[in-house]
């Protein structure tokens, strides 16, 4: 079975500043890791994703994340925070390989972003 | 169309009235999956589909819970004899295949039951 823990409900930031929003999975087997973006009303919107590839993983709106192994971590960053990134973010994991259409989700991250 | 479109946006039923909430995905998407999402927490799987054959269900809740896609495109999701714990959204998402290629959500329907 895949869990996901999202450290910190809320994060808040200055605008400028960086952002770090953390995730920590369990998997008993090798996983895939995705970050979605739901702004108010809106469903979710995919911001990148890790598949086995490249453990630096590099997404949409200059967001980055890097999946650690040794950690079980896949902490998502964003050198400079913009008052258009506030919102809320989910952390999402899936098995990998051929069984991996369902998602599991944390229980999200509101991000403030302060002028 | 260019993403997935859900109907109606907002839904309030009194208890033990039926519902059904409608799911466009994007044309071509032979994947189609159903989550709720209950106030202040992540989605969590209901239902999942691969063009019309309805693979896991594993996570409805209850048997009151029912889904189709008869012709592998527009989905419903119905809910008989409505309560108040059903009161969340339910998104649907689509996807070309497999969870990696990244799923579309659509803007979801806001059931509250009174």
């Known amino acids: 079975a895949q869990s996901v823990t999202q450290l910190g409900s809320h994060v808040s930031v200055s605008e400028g500043a960086l952002v770090l929003l953390r995730c920590n999975y369990s998997s008993s087997v090798p996983p895939y890791l995705f970050w979605y973006v739901q702004y108010p009303n809106q469903g979710l919107q995919l911001l990148l994703k890790?598949?086995?590839?490249?453990?630096l993983v590099k997404g949409i709106n200059g967001f980055e994340a890097e999946f650690k192994k040794s950690e079980t971590s896949f902490h998502l960053t964003k050198p400079s925070a913009h008052m258009s990134d506030a919102a809320e973010y989910f952390c999402a994991v899936s098995r990998g390989g051929g069984s991996n259409y369902k998602l599991t989700f944390g229980k999200g991250t509101l991000l403030t972003v302060n002028p | 169309g260019a993403g997935v479109s859900q109907s109606p946006r907002y839904k309030v039923a009194k208890r033990g009235q039926d519902v059904a909430l409608r799911c466009d995905p994007i044309s071509g998407h032979v994947s189609l999956f159903w989550y709720q999402q209950a106030l202040g927490q992540g989605p969590e799987f209901l239902t999942y589909f691969q063009n019309e054959a309805q693979l896991d269900k594993s996570g409805l809740p209850s048997d009151r819970f029912f889904a189709e896609r008869p012709e592998g495109s527009v989905s419903t999701l119905k809910i008989q004899r409505t309560q108040q714990e059903d009161s969340a959204v339910y998104l649907c998402?689509?996807?070309?295949?497999?969870?990696?290629?990244?799923?579309?959500f659509g803007s979801g329907t806001r059931l509250t039951v009174v």
């Open positions: 890790y598949t086995s590839a490249a453990t």
């Open positions: 998402a689509s996807s070309p295949g497999t969870a990696d290629y990244g799923y579309t």
